[in-house]
């Protein structure tokens, strides 16, 4: 079992930055992919962005230019930095990782709030 941890959502105004933390702890499998995906009320599960083990990166269309995914593979931790915020970037953040042999684990989820 792989248990991820995410931390760092909270409330913030348009066009401030937060940073969103998940850190991977329990078995420790190889990881290959680490990531970010978040929720609307109402919408679907979108994905926001992903970083392989060796360092390359994918984003959903919304954040591209805004938002930068990072990893320490050392500490199986995933970050999410998250500037120039926006009232739709308001969702619950979840991470996901998938781990070879193993399939894909879910945090439970952050919620990450923009006002106007």
């Known amino acids: 079992q ?7 959502g909270g409330l913030r ?4 930055s937060l940073r969103l933390s998940c850190a991977a702890s329990g078995s420790m499998f190889s990881i290959n ?4 995906y978040r929720q609307a009320p109402g919408k679907q599960r ?3 962005a992903f970083i392989t083990s060796g360092g390359s990166t994918n984003y959903g269309d919304s954040v591209k230019g805004r938002f930068t995914i990072s990893r320490d593979n050392g500490k199986n931790t995933v970050y999410l930095e998250m500037n120039s915020l926006k009232p739709e970037d308001t969702a619950v953040y979840y991470c996901n990782a998938l781990v070879a042999g193993k399939g894909a684990y879910w945090g439970q989820g952050t919620q ?3 006002s106007s």
Not at 2 to 8: A, H, I, K, P
């Open 46 to 48: 979108e994905l926001v």
């Open 33 to 36: 992919v680490m990531g970010w």
């Open 112 to 114: 990450v709030t923009v």
């Open 2 to 8: 792989v248990q991820l941890v995410e931390s760092g």
């Open 13 to 16: 105004q348009a066009g401030e």
